[in-house]
Protein backbone atom coordinates (compact mmCIF):
# COMPACT_ATOMS: atom_id res chain seq x y z
CA UNK A 1 0.00 0.00 0.00
CA UNK A 2 2.65 2.30 0.82
CA UNK A 3 4.62 1.00 -1.81
CA UNK A 4 1.38 2.52 -3.89
CA UNK A 5 1.66 5.66 -2.70
CA UNK A 6 5.08 6.83 -2.94
CA UNK A 7 4.88 6.06 -7.12
CA UNK A 8 1.78 7.81 -6.65
CA UNK A 9 3.07 10.68 -5.59
CA UNK A 10 6.06 10.77 -8.03
CA UNK A 11 3.58 10.27 -10.97
CA UNK A 12 1.97 13.42 -10.20
CA UNK A 13 4.67 15.59 -9.49
CA UNK A 14 4.87 17.00 -12.33
CA UNK A 15 7.87 18.21 -14.86
CA UNK A 16 11.22 18.98 -13.61
CA UNK A 17 12.88 22.29 -13.97
CA UNK A 18 15.77 20.63 -16.49
CA UNK A 19 12.39 18.67 -18.56
CA UNK A 20 10.87 22.17 -18.81
CA UNK A 21 13.97 24.44 -19.98
CA UNK A 22 14.55 21.33 -22.65
CA UNK A 23 10.61 21.54 -23.71
CA UNK A 24 10.83 25.27 -23.82
CA UNK A 25 14.35 25.31 -25.90
CA UNK A 26 12.56 22.82 -28.71
CA UNK A 27 9.31 24.90 -28.79
CA UNK A 28 11.36 28.17 -29.45
CA UNK A 29 13.91 26.50 -32.04
CA UNK A 30 10.59 24.87 -33.61
CA UNK A 31 9.35 28.93 -33.63
CA UNK A 32 12.61 30.08 -35.21
CA UNK A 33 12.19 27.63 -37.96
CA UNK A 34 8.91 28.75 -38.74
CA UNK A 35 9.12 32.42 -38.25
CA UNK A 36 12.29 32.11 -40.56
CA UNK A 37 10.77 30.32 -43.46
CA UNK A 38 7.50 33.05 -42.51
CA UNK A 39 10.26 35.79 -43.50
CA UNK A 40 11.59 34.12 -46.56
CA UNK A 41 8.19 33.63 -47.68
CA UNK A 42 7.22 36.93 -47.50
CA UNK A 43 10.82 38.42 -48.53
CA UNK A 44 10.44 35.77 -51.59
CA UNK A 45 6.73 37.28 -52.36
CA UNK A 46 7.83 40.22 -52.26
CA UNK A 47 10.67 39.92 -54.71
CA UNK A 48 8.02 38.28 -57.05
CA UNK A 49 5.56 41.34 -56.84
CA UNK A 50 8.80 43.56 -57.37
CA UNK A 51 9.94 41.65 -60.80
CA UNK A 52 6.66 40.87 -62.06
CA UNK A 53 5.51 45.01 -62.13
CA UNK A 54 9.29 45.88 -62.83
CA UNK A 55 8.76 43.76 -65.79
CA UNK A 56 5.19 44.32 -66.91
CA UNK A 57 6.35 48.32 -66.84
CA UNK A 58 9.27 47.68 -69.06
CA UNK A 59 7.02 45.38 -71.54
CA UNK A 60 4.05 47.70 -71.79
CA UNK A 61 6.38 50.78 -72.48
CA UNK A 62 8.27 48.77 -75.41
CA UNK A 63 5.12 47.00 -76.47
CA UNK A 64 2.93 51.02 -76.89
CA UNK A 65 6.68 52.59 -78.76
CA UNK A 66 6.41 49.36 -81.07
CA UNK A 67 2.49 50.02 -81.67
CA UNK A 68 2.67 53.39 -82.34
CA UNK A 69 5.59 53.94 -84.08
CA UNK A 70 3.91 51.28 -86.55
CA UNK A 71 0.80 53.69 -87.79
CA UNK A 72 3.81 56.39 -88.55
CA UNK A 73 2.86 58.18 -92.04
CA UNK A 74 -0.23 57.22 -92.07
CA UNK A 75 -2.51 59.85 -94.43
CA UNK A 76 -5.46 59.15 -95.40
CA UNK A 77 -5.20 60.95 -98.99
CA UNK A 78 -2.35 58.33 -99.43
CA UNK A 79 -4.05 57.72 -103.27
CA UNK A 80 -3.01 61.30 -104.30
CA UNK A 81 0.68 60.64 -103.38
CA UNK A 82 0.71 57.23 -105.57
CA UNK A 83 -1.03 57.79 -109.19
CA UNK A 84 1.54 57.49 -111.44
CA UNK A 85 0.25 59.05 -114.38
CA UNK A 86 -0.86 62.05 -112.71
CA UNK A 87 0.01 65.87 -113.61
CA UNK A 88 -0.36 66.62 -110.50
CA UNK A 89 0.93 64.38 -107.33
CA UNK A 90 0.84 65.32 -103.79
CA UNK A 91 3.77 64.66 -101.24
CA UNK A 92 2.87 62.56 -98.03
CA UNK A 93 2.94 65.37 -95.24
CA UNK A 94 3.45 62.92 -92.44
CA UNK A 95 6.19 60.60 -94.08
CA UNK A 96 9.03 62.19 -92.53
CA UNK A 97 10.61 60.16 -89.65
CA UNK A 98 13.24 62.01 -87.85
CA UNK A 99 16.25 60.24 -85.78
CA UNK A 100 17.95 62.09 -82.98
CA UNK A 101 21.24 61.95 -83.26
CA UNK A 102 21.60 60.75 -86.51
CA UNK A 103 25.18 58.61 -85.29
CA UNK A 104 23.09 56.70 -82.39
CA UNK A 105 19.24 57.76 -81.92
CA UNK A 106 17.93 57.97 -78.74
CA UNK A 107 15.35 59.94 -79.87
CA UNK A 108 12.45 59.42 -82.71
CA UNK A 109 9.48 61.93 -83.81
CA UNK A 110 7.46 60.97 -86.31
CA UNK A 111 3.75 61.76 -87.39
CA UNK A 112 0.22 60.59 -88.98
CA UNK A 113 -3.21 61.95 -89.40
CA UNK A 114 -5.49 62.15 -86.85
CA UNK A 115 -8.17 64.02 -88.76
CA UNK A 116 -11.78 62.93 -89.10
CA UNK A 117 -11.58 64.59 -92.53
CA UNK A 118 -8.56 64.73 -93.88
CA UNK A 119 -6.98 68.32 -95.07
CA UNK A 120 -3.43 66.97 -95.75
CA UNK A 121 -1.72 69.29 -93.65
CA UNK A 122 0.46 68.42 -90.51
CA UNK A 123 -1.24 69.71 -86.86
CA UNK A 124 0.07 70.33 -83.84
CA UNK A 125 -1.78 66.97 -82.60
CA UNK A 126 -0.43 64.85 -85.18
CA UNK A 127 3.19 65.05 -84.25
CA UNK A 128 4.63 61.83 -82.24
CA UNK A 129 7.62 60.29 -80.81
CA UNK A 130 9.93 59.27 -77.75
CA UNK A 131 12.84 59.96 -76.24
CA UNK A 132 15.08 58.88 -73.08
CA UNK A 133 15.33 61.35 -70.49
CA UNK A 134 15.92 61.62 -66.58
CA UNK A 135 15.99 58.00 -66.60
CA UNK A 136 12.51 57.32 -67.95
CA UNK A 137 10.65 57.02 -71.35
CA UNK A 138 9.00 59.92 -72.84
CA UNK A 139 6.57 60.47 -75.18
CA UNK A 140 5.35 63.51 -77.41
CA UNK A 141 1.96 64.37 -77.69
CA UNK A 142 2.40 67.29 -79.98
CA UNK A 143 4.70 69.39 -81.85
CA UNK A 144 5.42 72.57 -84.33
CA UNK A 145 6.44 70.53 -87.08
CA UNK A 146 7.28 66.51 -88.25
CA UNK A 147 10.83 67.74 -86.28
CA UNK A 148 9.67 69.55 -83.09
CA UNK A 149 7.77 68.22 -79.95
CA UNK A 150 6.30 70.78 -77.68
CA UNK A 151 4.80 68.49 -75.75
CA UNK A 152 6.70 65.40 -73.78
CA UNK A 153 5.04 63.16 -71.31
CA UNK A 154 6.29 60.72 -69.25
CA UNK A 155 5.75 57.21 -69.99
CA UNK A 156 7.55 55.30 -68.02
CA UNK A 157 6.91 54.50 -64.12
CA UNK A 158 10.01 55.67 -62.12
CA UNK A 159 9.19 54.52 -59.38
CA UNK A 160 9.02 51.01 -60.32
CA UNK A 161 12.16 51.25 -63.13
CA UNK A 162 14.45 53.60 -64.15
CA UNK A 163 15.56 53.18 -68.01
CA UNK A 164 19.38 53.48 -68.01
CA UNK A 165 19.23 52.67 -72.27
CA UNK A 166 17.48 53.35 -75.06
CA UNK A 167 18.57 53.41 -79.05
CA UNK A 168 16.82 53.01 -82.30
CA UNK A 169 18.35 51.50 -85.12
CA UNK A 170 17.17 52.42 -88.34
CA UNK A 171 17.68 49.55 -91.79
CA UNK A 172 15.59 51.69 -94.61
CA UNK A 173 15.36 50.21 -98.23
CA UNK A 174 14.51 51.14 -101.13
CA UNK A 175 12.21 49.50 -104.24
CA UNK A 176 12.32 50.96 -107.80
CA UNK A 177 8.75 51.43 -108.74
CA UNK A 178 9.73 53.32 -111.96
CA UNK A 179 7.87 50.34 -114.07
CA UNK A 180 4.40 52.10 -113.31
CA UNK A 181 5.11 55.24 -114.89
CA UNK A 182 3.44 56.86 -117.88
CA UNK A 183 6.38 57.98 -119.32
CA UNK A 184 10.06 56.22 -119.39
CA UNK A 185 11.59 57.85 -116.48
CA UNK A 186 15.31 58.27 -116.07
CA UNK A 187 17.19 59.30 -112.75
CA UNK A 188 19.93 62.07 -113.40
CA UNK A 189 23.81 62.30 -112.74
CA UNK A 190 23.45 64.13 -109.67
CA UNK A 191 20.54 62.57 -107.77
CA UNK A 192 17.66 60.12 -108.29
CA UNK A 193 14.45 61.41 -109.28
CA UNK A 194 12.17 58.50 -110.19
CA UNK A 195 9.66 57.06 -107.87
CA UNK A 196 11.05 55.09 -105.53
CA UNK A 197 9.01 53.42 -102.34
CA UNK A 198 10.95 53.38 -99.28
CA UNK A 199 10.67 50.62 -96.90
CA UNK A 200 11.40 51.78 -93.04
CA UNK A 201 12.41 48.95 -89.76
CA UNK A 202 13.71 50.03 -87.15
CA UNK A 203 15.41 47.89 -84.14
CA UNK A 204 14.51 49.28 -80.59
CA UNK A 205 16.61 48.43 -77.34
CA UNK A 206 15.38 49.16 -74.21
CA UNK A 207 17.13 48.79 -70.90
CA UNK A 208 16.07 49.53 -67.43
CA UNK A 209 16.92 48.77 -63.89
CA UNK A 210 14.38 47.92 -61.01
CA UNK A 211 14.29 51.29 -58.26
CA UNK A 212 13.41 48.74 -55.84
CA UNK A 213 16.15 46.31 -56.27
CA UNK A 214 19.37 47.56 -58.31
CA UNK A 215 20.22 44.22 -59.29
CA UNK A 216 17.41 43.45 -61.39
CA UNK A 217 17.72 44.67 -64.66
CA UNK A 218 16.52 43.60 -68.14
CA UNK A 219 16.85 44.39 -71.57
CA UNK A 220 14.29 44.46 -74.22
CA UNK A 221 14.31 44.47 -78.30
CA UNK A 222 11.38 45.02 -80.65
CA UNK A 223 11.65 45.22 -84.55
CA UNK A 224 9.06 47.88 -85.81
CA UNK A 225 8.22 47.69 -89.28
CA UNK A 226 6.29 50.92 -90.27
CA UNK A 227 3.61 49.94 -92.32
CA UNK A 228 2.94 53.33 -94.10
CA UNK A 229 5.92 53.17 -96.69
CA UNK A 230 7.38 56.28 -98.12
CA UNK A 231 6.76 57.48 -101.88
CA UNK A 232 10.65 59.41 -103.10
CA UNK A 233 10.83 60.95 -106.19
CA UNK A 234 7.91 61.03 -109.14
CA UNK A 235 7.23 60.13 -112.69
CA UNK A 236 7.94 62.55 -115.49
CA UNK A 237 4.87 64.05 -116.62
Known sequence: MRSERSSLRRSSRGLSIVEL???????????????????AHIASSRRLALETRFNQDLRVTLDLMTRDLRRGAYWGNALAGTLANSAVIQ???YAGVTLTPATDPRQILYSY?????????????EVF??????????????????????NWQTLSNSDIVSISHFSITPTETEIDVRAACANTCTD?????TCPR?????????????????????????????????????????
Not at 30 to 39: E, R, V
Open 113 to 125: ARDSAENSSLDSN
Open 21 to 39: LIGMAIGLFILAGALSLFA
Open 91 to 93: RNP
Open 129 to 150: GFRLAGGAIQMCLGGSSASTCN
Open 188 to 192: TTLAP
Open 197 to 237: IQVRNYAITLTGTSTGDAALSRTLHSQVRVRNDALIGSCPV
